[in-house]
């Protein structure tokens, strides 16, 4: 790659200002909403993409699309960001929790089928860290029990698995364009499916529910609009729709794209040689088969807690120069929200109690777990941050 390269470069300037000057406009076909959702299908090799306000949004969208809620159970892994164990009870439905593998701390496909009922409608993966799931061995599940699978895959962007890109396998397909992701407008999301009902619902779902919209179509137009009789409504929709203003950003991201996950994967490699240079066995990286591509949103280490505390890893780290990381999330069921079951009128519809002990792995696996920065632009940033990496390892050997 580059020596370094632009978070934001000329591009997204040129793009937003072309977007005030066309005065915000969405309906025609130059709008960056379609421009947008076009590449982006494109890229993907889909039938559809749809723009929306953000990832969580997004997956409630399809959700709804599908016709989800009270009652019904979304299968969601134990080790992930709340965001779409959120959007599962907004549709009003219950999140069920899959234990995760031990080395790739992804979804477990034996946790999940351990975990079918008769009331379940649906499982969302998620591509943790960039690292993608195996889906096929999922959507083989999906199909014997008729599931619905969407892919989460806001920290994944260009990643693959059997040299299938994470997004295209599933139902749907979600990204993020939030500002710490691989391709970011600030804020902003996206559903890539090649099922133009399914496409169609969702628009619906994410567009206030406005009866002429479709799979290519995200704005009734002015003559629907301003006619007596337009009937606008037959899906109680959401206003979940992306701005113009994030979509022109997003499109100058999305023909950077390459550029822009190259810069991670190089911080990733450095950091891992630094690993492997230090000599140390006090931190093991998420395990990476063979045949997945990593677009590494983060690199992810486990820490050796028997050895070394997190709360005494991360001020040698920092005093060394390094900077600031984040560990894993704690366990969505193990928040407030699920302990006290702090559902508000959703609570009628839960019938499950979200006990310690529920996933095994995924709690052990937690608070060992270190996030470090991968979005270096300059090669030169990244190379200083592994030799303080490689310093920081063998200072706890000495």
């Known amino acids: 790659m580059k020596s370094s390269i632009q978070r934001v470069s000329e591009r997204e300037h040129a793009y937003v200002r072309e977007a005030l000057e066309n005065g915000f406009r969405v309906s025609s076909k130059t709008a960056f909403r379609t421009r947008l959702e076009e590449a982006f299908a494109h890229r993907f090799g889909t039938r559809f993409a749809l723009s929306i306000a953000n990832a969580t949004a997004a997956i409630h969208a399809a959700l709804e699309a599908a016709g989800l809620g009270a009652g019904d159970e979304v299968i969601v892994p134990a080790l992930t960001m709340s965001s779409p164990i959120l959007a599962v009870l907004h549709a009003n439905a219950t999140p069920v929790f899959a234990d995760v593998d031990r080395r790739t701390w992804l979804m477990d496909v034996k946790s999940i089928a351990a975990n079918i009922t008769p009331r379940t409608r649906a499982i969302i993966t998620v591509a943790l860290y960039g690292l993608p799931v195996e889906m096929r061995p999922i959507m083989d599940l999906a199909r014997k029990h008729h599931l619905l699978v969407i892919e989460d895959n806001a920290q994944a962007m260009l990643s693959s698995c059997d040299g299938a890109l994470a997004g295209t396998l599933g139902h749907c397909g ?115 088969p063979g045949n997945w591509v990593n677009s590494y949103w983060t690199l992810a280490c486990e820490l050796d807690t028997a050895r070394v505390r997190w709360e005494d890893f991360r001020p040698r780290f920092l005093a060394e120069g390094g900077h600031k990381f984040y560990a894993a999330w704690q366990l969505p069921y193990l928040e407030p929200l699920f302990q006290n079951a702090l559902f508000g009128a959703r609570a009628r519809f839960i019938e499950r109690q979200y006990d310690q002990g529920l996933c095994p792995i995924a709690e052990g696996l937690q608070p060992r777990l270190l996030q470090f920065k991968t979005n270096y632009w300059r090669v030169l940033d990244a190379q200083t941050q592994a030799e303080i990496f490689r310093k920081t390892l063998q200072s706890f050997d000495e």
């Open 174 to 288: 979600i990204f993020s364009f939030q500002s710490s992701k691989h391709l970011t407008a600030g804020e902003g999301g996206m559903v890539i499916t090649n099922d133009e009902d399914y496409a169609v619902k969702i628009r619906k779902a994410a567009g206030l529910g406005f009866t002429t919209l479709g799979a290519r179509k995200s704005k009734a137009t002015k003559d629907e609009l301003q006619h007596p009789a337009f009937e606008r409504h037959d899906f109680p929709g959401w206003n979940y729709q992306m701005p113009e203003l994030c979509c022109a950003a997003a499109l100058a991201q999305l023909e950077r794209a390459d550029e822009l996950v190259a810069a991670r994967r190089e911080s990733a490699r450095l950091l891992l040689e630094a690993i492997k240079a230090s000599g140390s066995t006090l931190l093991t990286p998420q395990h990476v």
